[in-house]
């Protein structure tokens, strides 16, 4: 008999025995302290400079260990969420508090020190069900942008940089500056965001411990109908249609807009290159201002001791490492606010003609929206509602009618989610 | 890392390959072993008389394809169907649901939405691209002069990316700064918000779809170019007129392409997503109206991580796929001219006395 073919399969079988065998021996790490990590991030070009460049700091202080750059520019979240479900989860993986509910199970418990941070909300923003997830890094909050030669042509005082004004003064003073018709027509406000005003009218998506929906508040049944009056013919915002493919941003260089109320801080670069820059100013965002976002790094439930504690060494350092805060934002670029109080000199810095200060301070104007697991579906769903049934979109319904069915809704959808950790 | 390729590329490491080569020569080193084992087995089976050579050969052969298949198309699909019986957010642990998802989507009125807007794009638009891209066919399938230039402006769309088209047409459709509005405008007509307006946002992706009817001209000129002249020279000299040679001739000498374009345009048509996709992130297409199937498979899926809900979804869509298709192919038999009276003749051998 020909013991060819025997050979071949048993050659192969025991290859892929002494493979199987080698793919035992632990990776990542090692006694004497050297480690190698990965780390997930989203973000443009520049913000992925940064990081980058944050790394490279790092690395240089921290020489045995080695952090991979796992820079996701598209998808992040379902992509997050395929390397989890593989089996091949990033070391450390960037979440922002939105979002960090839902992926709260695949991360390790974070240790955080309140203490480092200049503001209560921003730890707090990491924590699920009374305990840290993530640790933050940064902080993006929103101010407003005014054209003040536009406030000042309509005979308006322009708007005090550190006191928000409130709701009724911004909707008056809005309408003063609107004036004109057609493709000239010139608004006294971008237009507004639901979820956005639904803060600044003191309301919220759900109540603080996230176990309840609050979309049939009063303050939701008055942010949805200021916005439905801003765009209506008489209002002071462009329509959605008006608004349509343009960019805000642009409207509020040209003078299109006198005010941006959600200007992030990744507009700032853009400001300052303006050549009319010192026309425009950052103040806070009228009453409650609008909800912030803080990203936090997470450590994934895969991780080996080696790779924890590295891990954890490079999240310290991302977080509270001053020259690491300090290049969050610059001149030409900004990822965000810095969360520790000793890079915030740095972070004004970057355009000391603006008031900076405003993304600081809009840190504590509201407070953080529970994180829930079932967010992105419950927001997917009442956005579309809301655009669907009342004139915030093209419905005809009133949001006293609406808002309720849709805090059903919601709720039916939160409870079926069940806790982020069970 | 995988443990297998890991351990593959720790070998490799051992062996002194550059870092940058070792999961190329992982790749190699797993395709040799599976090889070996396939070339193994089918020897084994050859020299037992279990299968001829011609057979082993064929084996090997395919083998490459039926290692691709096996891996990367039948078995996700088995997975899924194993999914869709179970409750997964690919974080936590997976719950057996049994027939709950199906149930689900039985009563999830976003599924009867979905279906209803996938099957009205699908049952517009297809007869729409046949009649438009069989009619331009026509007109290209002359000698003139500059023929080549006419083909190649109306091929040249269906060479733009999906995304890439939407985007365009997301500034031809703009209400306010469109093209489109701007001509209509023009001739005193206030055109609708097309992608923004419920009513209208399902007829401009129809419309959308007309733009790439360039791909199927081409497979319709060959078909055309394939009709016997004779049989036009035949029906001249009985008198027959342009009409008539089209209807008695031309149509049914191109039905089996007319039939192969209308199938393959119904499959893709029933898994239309980057559409809805790009026009909702760009804030279009309100109260649903272009919430088509596949797209709110991947918002379950990929936007609220519910994998079993999603896979269920993609179960119901094949079997709605399938009954799509039978249906045209039984219907074929009576639009559907084959030269010979009985398709299946045509390909038994001729019986060597």
Request: neutral net charge.
């Given at each position: 008999?020909?013991?060819?073919?025997?050979?071949?399969?048993?050659?192969?079988t025991?290859?892929?025995?002494?493979?199987?065998?080698?793919?035992?021996?632990?990776?990542?790490?090692?006694?004497?302290?050297?480690?190698?990590?990965?780390?997930?991030?989203w973000?443009?070009?520049?913000?992925?400079?940064?990081?980058?460049?944050?790394?490279?700091?790092?690395?240089?202080?921290?020489?045995?260990i080695?952090?991979?750059?796992?820079?996701?520019?598209?998808?992040?979240?379902?992509?997050?969420?395929?390397?989890?479900?593989?089996?091949?989860?990033?070391?450390?993986?960037?979440?922002?508090?939105?979002?960090?509910?839902?992926?709260?199970?695949?991360?390790?418990?974070?240790?955080?020190?309140?203490?480092?941070?200049?503001?209560?909300?921003?730890?707090?923003?990491?924590?699920?069900?009374?305990?840290?997830?993530?640790?933050?890094?940064?902080?993006?909050?929103?101010?407003?942008?005014?054209?003040?030669?536009?406030?000042?042509?309509?005979?308006?005082?322009?708007?005090?940089?550190?006191?928000?004004?409130?709701?009724?003064?911004?909707?008056?003073?809005?309408?003063?500056?609107?004036?004109?018709s057609?493709k000239?027509?010139?608004?006294?406000?971008?237009?507004?965001?639901?979820?956005?005003?639904?803060?600044?009218?003191?309301?919220?998506?759900?109540?603080?411990?996230?176990?309840?929906?609050?979309?049939?508040?009063?303050?939701?049944?008055?942010?949805?109908?200021?916005?439905?009056?801003?765009?209506?013919?008489?209002?002071?915002?462009?329509?959605?249609?008006?608004?349509?493919?343009?960019?805000?941003?642009?409207w509020?260089?040209?003078?299109?807009?006198?005010?941006?109320?959600?200007?992030?801080?990744?507009?700032?670069?853009?400001?300052?290159?303006?050549?009319n820059?010192?026309?425009?100013?950052?103040?806070?965002d009228?009453?409650?201002?609008?909800?912030?976002?803080?990203?936090?790094?997470?450590?994934?439930?895969?991780?080996?001791?080696?790779?924890?504690?590295?891990?954890?060494?490079?999240?310290?350092?991302?977080?509270?490492?001053?020259?690491?805060?300090?290049?969050?934002?610059?001149?030409?670029?900004?990822?965000?606010?810095?969360?520790?109080?000793?890079?915030?000199?740095?972070?004004?810095?970057?355009?000391?003609?603006?008031?900076?200060?405003?993304?600081?301070?809009?840190?504590?104007?509201?407070?953080?929206?529970?994180s829930?697991?079932?967010?992105?579906?419950?927001?997917?769903?009442?956005?579309?509602?809301?655009t669907?049934?009342?004139?915030?979109?093209?419905?005809?319904?009133?949001?006293?009618?609406?808002?309720?069915?849709?805090?059903?809704?919601?709720?039916?959808?939160?409870d079926?989610?069940?806790?982020?950790?069970? | 890392?995988?443990?297998?390729?890991?351990?593959?590329?720790?070998?490799?490491?051992?062996l002194?390959?550059?870092?940058?080569?070792?999961?190329?020569?992982a790749?190699?080193?797993?395709?040799?072993?599976?090889?070996?084992?396939m070339?193994?087995?089918?020897?084994?089976?050859?020299?037992?008389?279990?299968?001829?050579?011609?057979?082993?050969?064929?084996?090997?052969?395919?083998?490459?394809?039926?290692?691709?298949?096996?891996?990367f198309?039948?078995?996700?699909?088995?997975?899924?169907?194993?999914?869709?019986?179970?409750?997964?957010?690919?974080?936590?642990?997976?719950?057996?649901?049994?027939l709950?998802?199906?149930?689900?989507?039985?009563?999830?009125?976003?599924?009867?939405?979905?279906?209803?807007?996938?099957l009205?794009?699908?049952?517009?638009?297809?007869?729409?691209?046949?009649?438009l891209?069989l009619?331009?066919?026509?007109?290209?399938?002359?000698?003139?002069?500059?023929?080549?230039?006419?083909?190649?402006?109306?091929?040249?769309?269906?060479?733009v990316?999906?995304?890439?088209?939407?985007?365009?047409?997301?500034?031809?459709?703009?209400?306010?700064?469109?093209?489109?509005?701007?001509?209509?405008?023009?001739?005193?007509?206030?055109?609708?918000?097309?992608?923004?307006?419920?009513?209208?946002?399902?007829?401009?992706?129809?419309?959308?779809?007309?733009?790439?009817v360039?791909?199927?001209?081409?497979?319709?000129?060959?078909?055309?170019?394939d009709?016997?002249?004779?049989?036009?020279?035949?029906?001249?000299?009985?008198?027959?007129?342009?009409?008539?040679?089209?209807?008695?001739?031309?149509?049914?000498?191109?039905?089996p392409?007319?039939?192969?374009?209308?199938?393959?345009?119904?499959?893709?048509?029933?898994?239309?997503?980057?559409?809805a996709?790009?026009?909702?992130?760009?804030?279009?297409?309100?109260?649903?109206?272009?919430?088509?199937?596949?797209?709110y498979?991947?918002?379950?899926?990929?936007?609220?991580?519910?994998?079993?809900?999603?896979?269920?979804?993609?179960?119901?869509?094949?079997?709605m796929?399938?009954a799509?298709?039978?249906?045209?192919?039984?219907?074929?038999?009576?639009?559907?001219?084959?030269?010979?009276?009985?398709?299946?003749?045509?390909?038994r051998?001729?019986?060597?006395?």
């Open positions: 008999m020909n013991k060819t073919p025997l050979l071949a399969v048993a050659a192969a025991s290859i892929a025995a002494i493979l199987s065998s080698c793919s035992t021996a632990p990776s990542g790490g090692s006694n004497d302290g050297s480690a190698t990590i990965t780390y997930a991030y973000g443009n070009n520049s913000e992925n400079a940064t990081l980058t460049a944050m790394i490279k700091d790092f690395e240089q202080a921290n020489p045995k080695t952090v991979k750059a796992n820079w996701i520019q598209n998808d992040y979240l379902q992509q997050l969420q395929t390397q989890l479900a593989g089996g091949k989860p990033p070391t450390v993986a960037q979440i922002s508090n939105t979002d960090l509910a839902a992926f709260a199970s695949s991360f390790k418990e974070a240790n955080v020190s309140p203490s480092a941070y200049y503001s209560a909300n921003i730890p707090n923003a990491m924590k699920i069900q009374g305990k840290y997830y993530a640790t933050p890094f940064v902080a993006k909050t929103k101010v407003m942008a005014i054209n003040t030669k536009l406030w000042q042509a309509a005979g308006l005082d322009v708007p005090s940089k550190s006191a928000p004004m409130n709701v009724e003064d911004f909707i008056a003073n809005a309408k003063k500056l609107t004036k004109g057609g000239s027509k010139q608004y006294g406000s971008a237009p507004l965001w639901f979820g956005g005003w639904l803060t600044v009218n003191g309301g919220n998506n759900y109540s603080t411990d996230g176990t309840r929906c609050t979309l049939s508040s009063p303050e939701a049944i008055q942010a949805a109908n200021q916005v439905i009056a801003s765009q209506a013919k008489d209002g002071f915002t462009p329509t959605l249609l008006d608004a349509q493919g343009q960019d805000m941003f642009d509020l260089s040209i003078g299109r807009l006198a005010a941006q109320p959600d200007f992030g801080p990744w507009n700032i670069a853009q400001l300052i290159s303006l050549k820059a010192s026309d425009f100013a950052l103040v806070p009228p009453g409650n201002g609008e909800p912030m976002e803080v990203d936090g790094l997470a450590v994934t439930r895969n991780a080996n001791q080696a790779e924890t504690d590295a891990a954890n060494k490079f999240i310290s350092f991302m977080s509270t490492n001053q020259q690491a805060q300090e290049r969050l934002t610059t001149k030409e670029s900004s990822l965000g606010v810095p969360v520790v109080q000793s890079a915030v000199p740095a972070f004004e810095k970057a355009a000391p003609e603006q008031n900076l200060q405003a993304f600081v301070d809009a840190v504590d104007q509201s407070p953080i929206t529970a829930v697991k079932a967010n992105t579906k419950i927001s997917t769903d009442w956005q579309t509602a809301l669907d049934k009342t004139p915030i979109g093209s419905g005809k319904q009133s949001p006293a009618s609406v808002l309720p069915e849709l805090d059903k809704q919601c709720q039916a959808t939160l079926a989610a069940g806790p982020a950790i069970s | 890392m995988n443990p297998i390729t890991g351990g593959l590329e720790e070998v490799l490491r051992h002194g390959l550059a870092p940058g080569l070792r999961p190329l020569g790749f190699v080193l797993l395709s040799a072993v599976v090889a070996a084992a070339f193994g087995v089918v020897s084994l089976a050859v020299r037992r008389r279990w299968m001829s050579r011609t057979t082993a050969a064929f084996w090997l052969f395919v083998s490459p394809w039926m290692f691709g298949f096996a891996v198309t039948f078995g996700p699909m088995v997975y899924s169907l194993w999914l869709s019986f179970l409750n997964w957010d690919l974080v936590s642990p997976s719950r057996f649901a049994g709950g998802n199906y149930q689900k989507a039985a009563a999830d009125p976003l599924v009867r939405q979905a279906i209803k807007v996938t009205v794009y699908a049952v517009v638009s297809v007869p729409l691209q046949t009649a891209s009619g331009v066919a026509l007109l290209m399938n002359t000698d003139i002069r500059g023929i080549n230039v006419f083909r190649t402006v109306w091929y040249l769309p269906s060479l990316t999906g995304v890439a088209q939407v985007t365009l047409f997301l500034w031809v459709f703009n209400p306010n700064y469109g093209l489109v509005n701007g001509m209509l405008h023009a001739v005193g007509v206030d055109g609708p918000a097309w992608f923004q307006d419920p009513s209208w946002a399902l007829p401009a992706v129809i419309i959308m779809s007309l733009w790439t360039g791909g199927n001209m081409v497979i319709y000129l060959a078909g055309l170019q009709v016997p002249i004779e049989l036009y020279e035949a029906a001249s000299i009985d008198g027959a007129g342009p009409a008539r040679r089209l209807w008695s001739i031309t149509i049914p000498q191109v039905s392409v007319i039939f192969f374009n209308v199938v393959t345009g119904l499959i893709a048509a029933m898994q239309i997503f980057t559409q996709f790009v026009i909702k992130s760009a804030g279009g297409a309100p109260a649903n109206s272009l919430l088509f199937f596949v797209y498979l991947y918002q379950n899926a990929f936007q609220f991580f519910q994998m079993g809900y999603a896979s269920a979804l993609a179960w119901i869509l094949l079997l796929i399938l799509l298709t039978l249906l045209v192919f039984r219907g074929s038999a009576f639009w559907v001219y084959y030269e010979s009276a009985n398709p299946k003749a045509s390909r051998r001729p019986r060597v006395r």
